[in-house]
């Protein structure tokens, strides 16, 4: 028997075998506490920086209400600016009605709002003379001044709307003054 027409394959080239390194052990890091959420008269609220987060609907209605402008000086490039700023103790939220689109230099800028007192003063003398003096708060604000039964986006645009029409009837006697 011919073998030399036999297929006789080379064993494959083995490695040395390395010793793999242990693993190192990990400090484990104390777990987060979670902050545990308000609890008022049976609802939960949200956190305030969650609440003062603008939404996209509340952004689009503020650009529906002022244009897709800066209200100071027509730029097309805008950033939305909270009237009432959000750090405040009686903060404000990411409401429509707190919204202002104002361009770099007016919000963040040397004369922006940020930095002149007067300019921010300004825009929140106008809001509370066009939507009264709640314009800053949200939804679970209100509920928890007791000035809506509970925390429905129905009942607060309710709420809003008297405060608006009531806030027109001030300045419109003011102006027959």
């Not at 952004?59 to 730029?75: L, N, R, T, W």
């Not at 600016?81 to 230099?105: I, M």
């Not at 001044?145 to 009837?169: Q, V, W």
């Amino acid at each position: 028997m011919n073998l030399s027409h036999e297929f006789h394959p080379a064993p494959k080239p083995t490695k040395a075998r390395k010793d793999k390194p242990k693993p190192r052990v990990r400090e484990k890091k104390p777990k987060k506490r979670k902050k545990k959420l308000e609890v008022y008269k049976g609802r939960t609220i949200p956190s305030k920086k969650t609440r003062g987060k603008i939404s996209k609907k509340d952004y689009m209605k503020a650009i529906e209400v002022y244009g897709p402008y800066c209200a100071e000086c027509h730029s097309p490039y805008i950033e939305m600016h909270h009237v009432k700023p959000k750090g405040l103790s009686a903060g404000g939220r990411g409401v429509w009605r707190n919204l202002v689109p104002l361009c770099p230099e007016h919000h963040r800028g040397k004369t922006g709002v940020h930095q002149s007192k007067e300019l921010m003063e300004k825009y929140q003398r106008r809001h509370e003379e066009l939507y009264g003096p709640y314009y800053h708060c949200d939804k679970y604000d209100l509920f928890k001044m007791g000035l809506i039964p509970n925390t429905t986006d129905k009942e607060y645009e309710k709420f809003m709307e008297k405060e608006e029409e009531n806030a027109r009837r001030k300045g419109l006697q003011r102006m027959n003054y």
